[in-house]
């Protein structure tokens, strides 16, 4: 599969994500690189639109496994689903570590981006390889002229029982720790609202970011105007800006690890840095914490009294 797809991407003088540290899939994949892949029997392409969408229009062998399925409970979606769930999940797809597991979700926005990326940052900790994400989803694929169908496509159950590797995972434990040894890079990935503290996600219950952080704003992987995410070198820039001593861990955050993803994808698969993780439950986590968590850019008591006060009026009265 690996020398497949690497004749694959020299014959066609493919870039996307091109280094010496690249997986043998192409991590961005543009609806013409993706058609020719969908007749391989190592391909799965996993659509992530919730059902009614597919059920309306899909690529003909594409496989539906929305978004839902991967996220936490209400409370913090950011939480990762129990493991017996996640190995019934992966199993029902068909999925082994030999499979090219290509991930499409609606291509609506730069935030609709952030599904795609979190799964595929799942399915990488759950040890598939060969991974790839439809730049544009399905947005881009039917722009460009590309076959819709309706047909439910039949897969065979594998029994590939994968256990969740933690190396690109951290946990409140492991940020705490990085805040008391100022050892990681932290980078939030949140637009100036939650960043400074102005507003916050509904499950959280303070407001404001965690000590010494950097701001990446997850919109800058786009390109102006559009859903799609930029190449390689300018994910390189990007990076470029998340400021990290060498050896240290960086550490993706959002408020339900969503957006934070896009910033993962871009900072480890995009840009090729090493040891960056995803904070999966990321602020919503952090401020449920038992004990006092530590923050930064925390707004004064009064106007966090003023701005509870007007999220209940908007939620009592509108």
Known sequence: ????????????????GATSWAL???????????????????????????????????IAQAANAPYGKWRGPATNPGELPDQAKLVALVQSL???PATHAIVISSGADATDFGAAARVYWT?????????????GGMKAWE????????????IAPSSYAPTFDANWLATQQDVGKHIDLSNAALVDSRPDAFYLGKTRAPAAKLS???????????????????????????????????????????????NTGHWAATD????????GLPNVKLYAGSMVDWTQSKDAPRMANQPGRAQSLAYDAQKWWEKTFK
């Open 264 to 271: 993962w994808f871009g900072l480890s698969e995009m840009a």
């Open 24 to 58: 043998a899939a192409q991590p961005l994949l543009n609806p013409e690189q993706l058609q020719p892949l969908l007749q391989q029997a190592d391909v799965r392409l996993i659509d992530i639109r919730d059902p009614k969408a597919f059920e309306a229009g899909h």
């Open 123 to 135: 399915l990488k900790s759950l040890g598939l390889k060969e991974l790839s994400i439809v730049n």
């Open 143 to 154: 722009s460009a002229g590309k076959p819709l169908g309706k047909t439910q496509v039949q």
């Open 208 to 254: 404001g970011t965690l000590p010494g952080a950097q701001q990446l704003d997850f919109n800058q992987w786009f390109v102006p105007g559009t859903s799609r995410f930029v190449d390689a070198a300018k994910a390189r820039e990007i990076a470029a800006k998340v400021q990290r001593p060498q050896g240290q861990d960086m550490v993706a955050f959002c």
């Open 1 to 16: 599969m690996k020398n497949s797809l690497t004749r694959y991407a020299l014959g066609l003088g493919l870039g996307l």
């Open 94 to 96: 068909g999925l082994t």
